[in-house]
């Protein structure tokens, strides 16, 4: 079992930055991809970033790139999702995941565990 708490998030204009973290516990096998998840009204949850926590290797989705970074604390166990030049369009509920791998990105992979979301919204 993988718990997965998020915390953070608000709101913020146009250019603003916010930060995410995401306290996760459990099983550390199911979880050594950690990821930040999106989903916007009437729109399907999109990956935004993953990183894995042995190898820190990560993946940025092309909207968020030199804008979002991820990382983690020394412990392995949080998450964090710096957000900066954000825009109306980053707008969305945001959700943390676990999986046991970082080889797929999509929201759709049966293996990720959620954390509850948490909203962004970004105003003009």
């Known amino acids: 079992q993988v718990q997965l708490v998020e915390s953070g998030g608000g709101s913020v204009q146009t250019g603003g930055s916010l930060r995410l973290s995401c306290a996760a516990s459990g099983d550390m096998h199911r979880r050594v991809c950690m990821g930040w998840f999106r989903q916007a009204p009437g729109k399907e949850r999109e990956g935004v970033t993953t990183v894995n926590v042995f190898s820190d290797i990560t993946y940025y989705a092309d909207s968020v790139k030199g804008r979002f970074t991820i990382s983690l604390s020394s412990d392995k166990n949080t998450a964090y999702l710096q957000m900066n030049s954000l825009k109306p369009e980053d707008t969305a509920l945001y959700y943390c995941?676990?999986?046991?791998?970082?080889?797929?990105?999509?929201?759709?992979?049966?293996?990720?565990?959620w954390g509850q979301g948490t909203q962004v919204t970004v105003s003009s």
């Open positions: 995941a676990a999986s046991p791998t970082c080889s797929v990105a999509k929201a759709d992979f049966p293996h990720w565990t």
